[in-house]
Each structure stands twice: as C-alpha cells, then as structure tokens.
C-alpha cells in the first residue's frame, strides 16, 4: 500500500507539473489554460488525499502496536 501510494503522488505531481506549463496567465479560465487549471486543482486535491490515506495508515499501524 506504501508503494501504491507514493507512485500515485509522484504522478499527481507530474500531471501537476505537466499542466502547469499549459497555463496562460494573461488568460487563465479560456480554453486549453482553463482545462490546466482544473486539472491542477484536481491534481493537488489528489494529492491531499493520498497523504491522508497515509498518515491513516500510520495511526492504525500505530494503534496496532500499542495492543
């Protein structure tokens, strides 16, 4: 699970990394840089979950031990 996890942030990270040079400044919400935006925002709420799922993980380990 520790794997799956890191190898779904890193490529969150690449999509993120890979949209952001997709992104217009002088016209952020048309067209090919609107799609970028929102897919940044998903990206990094990707990437808040999975660290979520992570440190979830950790708690019960932890719990597990102390049993």
Known sequence: ???TILILTVLAIALLIF???KLNFEALFTGESFTA????????CAIVL???????KKIELLQKRRK
């Open 37 to 44: 935006v929102l897919t940044i925002l998903a990206s990094l």
């Open 1 to 3: 699970m520790r794997a």
């Open 50 to 56: 999975l660290q979520i799922l992570r440190l979830s």
């Open 19 to 21: 949209n952001a040079t």
